[in-house]
Antibody
Framework: QLQLQESGPGLVKPSETLSLTCTVS??????????WGWIRQPPGKGLEWIGS???????YYNPSLKSRVTISVDTSKNQFSLKLSSVTAADTAVYYC??????????????????WGQGTLVTVSS | DIQMTQSLSSLSASVGDRVTITCRAS??????LNWYQQKPGKAPKLLIY???SLQSGVPSRFSGSGSGTDFTLTISSLQPEDFATYYC?????????FGPGTKVDIK
């Protein structure tokens, strides 16, 4: 059974860089067709997709965060990571990692997020 | 960006009720629509993908329908464990956008 687990500091100071790692177990991060992503949820608010990465290192990011985000992958450790620079209080959120799966209907690719990690709360405060 | 709206931010229902949650996209997304359930303090869980395909292990009382811009998640007979917040999400184009959520609570 595929499982994802986020890890990293729960408190980050304003203007610093938030760094999180997602460890994948029960399956290989190098599986074909699957991307791996980060999604966040500020307390009491909705979900925001941050970006995704393929095991080859190919990435795509939410334009609203692109200037501050870097997602990387370490296939030897079955992990992928998130770095978000110049954080402010607005970046306080529960950060989730998730697999972006794919279903192919004919020539149409449909994507979905499953499974998700349990999430980790990151608070930005001095 | 494609924006997603959910007409109700919350609704109250009783066990056994048929519940319908709606989601609308700002432009046609064909069937590129997923539904998630989130309980307090937990990660979202995929219920429906591709607008109407039931994710493995999800009870059959959940169903999805729609295409284009208008979509529906239906719970045929609400169970106690179904009280949660439900999010739609478009996967037609990036950035992947989630709806604001509909919270289903006990009447």
């Amino acid at each position: 059974q595929l499982q994802l687990q986020e890890s990293g500091p729960g408190l980050v100071k304003p203007s610093e860089t938030l760094s999180l790692t997602c460890t994948v177990s029960g399956g290989s991060i190098s599986s074909n067709n699957y991307y791996w992503g980060w999604i966040r949820q500020p307390p009491g608010k909705g979900l925001e997709w941050i970006g995704s990465i393929y095991y080859s290192g190919s990435t795509y990011y939410n334009p609203s965060l692109k200037s501050r985000v870097t997602i990387s992958v370490d296939t030897s450790k079955n992990q992928f990571s998130l770095k978000l620079s110049s954080v402010t209080a607005a970046d306080t959120a529960v950060y989730y990692c998730a697999r972006r799966g794919i279903t192919i209907f004919g020539v149409v690719n449909l994507y979905w997020f499953d499974p998700w990690g349990q999430g980790t709360l990151v608070t930005v405060s001095s | 960006d494609i924006q997603m709206t959910q007409s109700l931010s919350s609704l109250s229902a009783s066990v056994g009720d048929r519940v319908t949650i709606t989601c609308r996209a700002s432009q046609s997304i064909s069937r590129h629509l997923n539904w998630y359930q989130q309980k307090p303090g937990k990660a979202p869980k995929l219920l429906i993908y591709a607008a109407s395909s039931l994710q493995s292990g999800v009870p059959s009382r959940f169903s999805g329908s729609g295409s284009g811009t208008d979509f529906t998640l239906t719970i045929s007979s609400l169970q106690p464990e179904d009280f949660a917040t439900y999010y739609c999400q478009q996967s037609y184009s990036t950035p992947f956008i989630f709806g604001p959520g509909t919270k289903v609570d006990i009447k």
